[in-house]
């Protein structure tokens, strides 16, 4: 599975939105990008994923470039929930032996 | 959406004794789960392939024989610590992959809430 960069930490205004950078400059094409976040001593939350084509559900959007090189999370109206490690993952649907990286830890501030 | 559960959620043990940690698919069956590490600050590690009937299959590193895992059922997969030692103190979690859907199925896993283990 192709490789993906984050920055690790970032703040966001409560209420405003929140957008995370993902470079995945390798990814092949039958990988998909995969976001998940960590709320501190939790097991992991699915976000949303996709392939080529921007996506969105009732948590946030994904935005993917056109040449599938990077992608941003975008958390529309974030909340102090909101407030965990963000992980962008790259595989091929059928793998599900997930490499994590290091994740950006994303902190909502009042 | 589907629901994989874990327990205990944390436990504290003496150095020396076993540890047993319980995965559950809660409304779905899954043939395949797996098993992660993860120590402070730090990201999740893969320890182990956990496969319905059959030997678990574990990442490099891992000891097989002091990490224990079963999966005797579709919905259960346990995580044996034998012989704990502090070192073995971190946050333990499972996740399954629902294999029901088809060509539908988007390749979504499934977490449980993990498991704090505390090795005195």
């Known amino acids: 599975d192709a490789k993906t960069t984050q920055p690790p930490s970032m703040d966001c205004a409560e209420g405003r939105a929140a957008n995370l950078p993902c470079n995945h400059s390798t990814i092949s094409g039958n990988e998909y990008v995969y976001w998940y976040r960590q709320i501190h001593s939790q097991g992991p939350q699915y976000i949303i994923h996709?392939?080529?084509?921007?996506e969105t559900n009732e948590m946030a959007s994904l935005i993917i470039t056109e040449d599938r090189k990077s992608s941003t999370l975008i958390l529309p109206h974030a909340t102090l929930r909101d407030t965990a490690v963000y992980y962008c993952i790259v595989r091929i649907v059928s793998n599900y032996q997930l490499i994590w990286g290091a994740g950006t830890k994303l902190i909502i501030k009042p | 959406g589907a629901v994989v559960s874990q327990h205990p959620s944390w436990v504290i043990c003496k150095s020396g004794t076993s540890v047993k940690i319980e995965c559950r698919s809660l409304d779905f069956q899954a043939t395949t789960m797996f098993w992660y590490r993860q120590f402070p600050k730090q990201s999740l590690m893969l320890m182990a392939t956990s496969n319905e009937g059959s030997k678990a299959t574990y990442e490099q590193g891992v000891e097989k024989d002091k990490f224990l895992i079963n999966h005797a059922s579709l919905t259960l997969s346990t995580l044996t610590v034998t012989s704990a030692h502090p070192e073995d103190s971190s946050f333990y979690i499972c996740s399954a992959r629902d294999p029901s859907g088809g060509a539908s199925n988007t390749g979504e896993l499934f977490f449980g809430e993990g498991s704090r283990l505390t090795v005195l």
């Open positions: 996709g392939l080529k084509n921007n």
